[in-house]
């Protein structure tokens, strides 16, 4: 039960979370279309311009020759091979370039198809390659496993509710079958069905309850010695802030979880195994 409250804790605590991180991941996935030495600045920004135009086109970010070269600089320039290398090169050879992000893996084509049919072939002469079937099956596999997240949890919520039922149910039987003189004993004096069922229901509720004190103060000291790593990794996300700024709104969502699944399991124990 506590498994199960935990989770359903996280579902709420990381909805917004998992979006900015889903994002950021998809962020990643794009094609570039780079751009012929001889192409002129007006003609690429142009060309961008046409892409915003494309339903599908989520952004279009132009890098030009030399911002390329500073990127390339700043991610190696601890690799002393690499800027080596550069140096015999000489001189500045990365190529402007457009990277192009789409709202859906499928969207990508269309943009490909735009490239190579719509746009006009003044411009068209000025592309030297699009890499878009180079990355196709990692623009695949990001989205895929993006747009499974949430099913995942949903599916996992769902496998440890039963569980939880299960167990607290097997809880509440044992207790009847226990108790089974006594309960005969309640009977026999006139005791109402409601005297006789209350404390096995007050049992599962009191479960719940207690299941909901130990998943707060784990996900309490996960939430604060997580926050400051996660908050590193992506600036501006401080999972600690965030719960404590929804504290009342957890505790009400792992309360109605943990005495809702306690309470369910309870009953359906009371109705097969207490014959009153």
Request: one cysteine or more; a neutral charge; glycine letters at 6%.
């Amino acid at each position: 039960m506590t498994m199960t409250i935990l989770l359903a804790t996280s579902l709420f605590l990381f909805k917004d979370i998992s979006q900015i991180l889903i994002s950021a991941i998809r962020e990643k996935a794009d094609i570039s279309v780079y751009f012929k030495t001889a192409a002129q600045e007006e003609d690429i920004l142009n060309i961008q311009g046409e892409l915003s135009k494309i339903p599908e086109v989520k952004d279009v970010e132009y890098v030009s020759k030399e911002k390329a070269l500073e990127d390339f600089i700043q991610r190696h320039k601890d690799n002393q091979v690499l800027m080596g290398s550069l140096e015999e090169v000489g001189g500045n050879p990365f190529l402007a370039a457009l990277n192009v992000r789409a709202f859906e893996a499928s969207q990508y084509q269309a943009v490909v198809n735009f490239l190579d049919a719509t746009l006009e072939p003044v411009y068209q002469n000025l592309i030297e390659k699009v890499d878009y079937y180079q990355r196709k099956p990692v623009i695949e596999r990001i989205f895929a496993l993006t747009s499974g997240a949430g099913k995942v949890g949903i599916s996992l919520s769902i496998v440890l509710a039963i569980v939880a039922i299960l167990v607290a149910f097997n809880t509440i039987r044992l207790a009847i079958l226990n108790q089974a003189e006594e309960i005969k004993i309640q009977r026999l004096v006139g005791a109402s069905n409601w005297f006789i069922r209350g404390p096995f229901l007050v049992q599962g509720a009191i479960s719940g309850i207690i299941s909901t004190l130990i998943s707060l103060l784990i996900f309490a000291l996960i939430c604060w010695f997580l926050g400051p790593k996660i908050e590193f990794l992506f600036s501006g996300l401080n999972v600690w802030k965030f719960f404590t700024g929804n504290f009342f709104t957890i505790i009400l969502i792992q309360l109605s979880t943990g005495i809702l699944l306690g309470a369910i399991s309870s009953s359906i124990a009371i109705r097969k195994y207490l014959k009153v």
